[in-house]
């Protein structure tokens, strides 16, 4: 698939979801771009639904909205907040580290650069691109397990891994769709283009897609 083609294709894409939802973090940043907030929600939703994941965040950003104000708040109480996000144990401890980080390292204020926010324990790069892309407007591409098997199953790119599709959208993907990517892939994957046996015949750009990797689908 080239770049003449991939336009539809997310122009289809991009309509499908915005007659669904978008995904919680976008939904966040159309109301308010809050890097810090985008920065915790995103940590706390690592494996665990936007149903869980939106509660958890205002029930956490309604006790403290700031890293200070987070650090001055017990673990079990960030603990309580956030559960039962998965792995609430391990992201409560994550969330304080990255605070003690951002008020130490920072001042309070979330790096506006990947390579800074990589610096961040228990902060990846598709954490770091969403921060830069919906917390500050940046430039980045932010890949998942999402958007690494739509890509690979549209033909569009062909790689290993979400690390490995990122760097391959960045040489390929025209920039005017790298902020809107993540968003619209993420959302159609979570409900169309399944990892196993994907919607195919409720597809709308399945006239478009290779089906790379296909074996079933419905």
Same mark, same amino acid.
């Given at each position: 698939?080239?770049?003449?083609?991939?336009?539809p294709?997310?122009?289809?894409?991009?309509?499908?979801?915005?007659?669904?939802?978008?995904? &919680? !973090?976008?939904?966040?940043?159309?109301?308010? /771009?809050?890097?810090?907030?985008?920065?915790?929600s995103?940590? =706390? *939703?690592? @494996?665990?639904?936007?149903?869980?994941t939106?509660?958890?965040?205002?029930?956490?950003?309604?006790?403290?909205?700031?890293?200070?104000?987070?650090?001055?708040?017990p673990?079990?109480?960030?603990?309580?907040?956030?559960?039962?996000?998965?792995?609430?144990?391990?992201?409560?401890?994550?969330?304080?580290?990255?605070?003690?980080?951002?008020?130490t390292?920072?001042?309070?204020?979330?790096?506006?650069?990947?390579?800074?926010?990589?610096?961040?324990?228990?902060?990846?790069?598709?954490?770091?691109? &969403? !921060?830069?892309?919906?917390g500050?407007?940046? /430039?980045?591409?932010?890949v998942?397990?999402?958007?690494?098997? =739509? *890509?690979? @199953?549209?033909?569009?790119?062909?790689?290993?891994?979400?690390?490995?599709?990122?760097?391959?959208?960045?040489?390929?993907?025209?920039e005017?769709?790298w902020?809107?990517?993540?968003?619209?892939?993420?959302?159609?994957g979570?409900?169309?283009?399944?990892?196993?046996?994907?919607?195919?015949?409720?597809?709308?750009?399945?006239?478009?897609?290779?089906?790379?990797?296909?074996?079933?689908?419905?």
């Amino acid at each position: 698939m080239n770049n003449t083609v991939i336009a539809p294709v997310l122009e289809l894409i991009k309509g499908y979801v915005q007659a669904h939802r978008l995904p &919680l !973090v976008a939904e966040m940043a159309q109301v308010r /771009r809050d890097p810090f907030r985008i920065l915790i929600s995103t940590i =706390i *939703s690592l @494996r665990t639904k936007d149903e869980v994941t939106g509660p958890a965040t205002e029930r956490l950003f309604a006790l403290a909205a700031t890293p200070d104000d987070m650090l001055g708040l017990p673990e079990d109480v960030v603990m309580e907040a956030i559960y039962p996000a998965g792995f609430y144990r391990n992201k409560t401890r994550t969330i304080r580290h990255v605070c003690r980080e951002l008020v130490t390292r920072y001042d309070g204020r979330v790096p506006d650069s990947i390579d800074e926010l990589l610096t961040l324990k228990g902060v990846g790069r598709k954490t770091a691109n &969403l !921060v830069v892309i919906l917390g500050y407007g940046g /430039r980045g591409i932010c890949v998942d397990i999402h958007v690494h098997r =739509i *890509s690979n @199953r549209l033909g569009y790119v062909a790689t290993k891994s979400p690390d490995e599709t990122e760097w391959a959208l960045r040489d390929k993907l025209p920039e005017e769709h790298w902020e809107t990517y993540n968003t619209y892939l993420v959302a159609f994957g979570r409900d169309i283009c399944r990892p196993l046996s994907p919607l195919c015949s409720r597809c709308c750009v399945s006239h478009y897609c290779e089906r790379v990797g296909v074996i079933r689908s419905r």
